[in-house]
């Protein structure tokens, strides 16, 4: 992943198969990202102890270090999901104290998808129940947009009272089939629903950024 900042925004890409290289814009106001390119485990811990001094400066040591073992235990599932980007933002919203992440990654599309693979995933998702589905054409091409909650638990050593405890997120997903056999999909959630519209908002934005080249630098927009 590169990276070229700018005062307000970061510039993000990824690079995808078949020579296809993937680009969008981040916010960098509360944005902090987690780290993807460490060596081994031990450079990943570093790493991410930093990262919990710099989101936790107020924080004793002992609350940075379980904050950052609930960011490593993310990333198996971060393995297992393909994703290859993830961040999170704290903001204040009417009082309340408001986090987001948000995650991107290139899946593999299934063999099925045929000549109208937005299609196919857009019925996929409405048969298992995933949320709300949508269909948009965006400045990449079309994509597949859900919205919708999901409950994950907490270990108990990272709650007041010892105990697993469940907690929901709401959550977009955005799937944008590419012509290489691939998808591009970008999820934000939040388990504070008071930050809810801010968070949409931001999200449409990274979404609206996404961008496809070649290996030449051409801009490429998938066929809808």
């Known amino acids: 992943m590169t990276t070229s900042d700018t005062v307000d925004e970061a510039r993000r890409s990824l690079a995808g198969n078949g020579g296809v ?5 981040m916010p960098e106001e509360g944005f902090f ?5 460490a060596d081994d485990l031990d ?4 790493q991410l102890v930093e990262l919990a001094k710099r989101t936790l400066p107020g924080a004793d040591e002992e609350v940075q270090l379980q904050w950052a073992a609930m960011c490593a235990a993310n990333y198996d599932d971060f393995v297992e999901a393909g994703v290859q980007y993830a961040g999170f933002v704290t903001t204040e919203v009417d009082g309340v104290r ?22 196919f995933i857009a019925s996929t998702m409405r048969h298992l129940g995933l949320g709300q589905i949508g269909e948009v054409q965006l400045p990449c091409g079309p994509a597949v947009t859900c ?10 050593s990272l709650t007041e009272s010892g105990q697993n405890e469940p907690i929901w997120t709401s959550f977009i997903q ?9 998808a591009l999909v970008l999820e934000m ?7 809810w519209d801010v968070f949409s908002a931001m ?22």
């Open 21 to 25: 290289e993937v680009r969008w814009i």
């Open 33 to 37: 990202e987690l780290p993807f390119e």
């Open 43 to 46: 450079e990943l811990a570093d």
């Open 98 to 119: 408001c986090t987001a992440t948000v995650n991107v990654s290139l899946m593999d599309l299934d063999e099925r998808a045929g000549s109208n693979p937005a299609g």
């Open 147 to 156: 919205v919708g909650n999901r409950s994950a638990d907490v270990d108990g």
């Open 174 to 182: 955005v799937q944008v089939p590419l012509d290489n056999g691939t």
């Open 189 to 195: 959630g939040t388990p504070t629903i008071e930050g």
């Open 203 to 224: 999200f449409a934005g990274i979404v609206k950024s996404v961008r496809f080249f070649d290996d030449q630098g051409a801009m490429l927009v998938m066929p809808g």
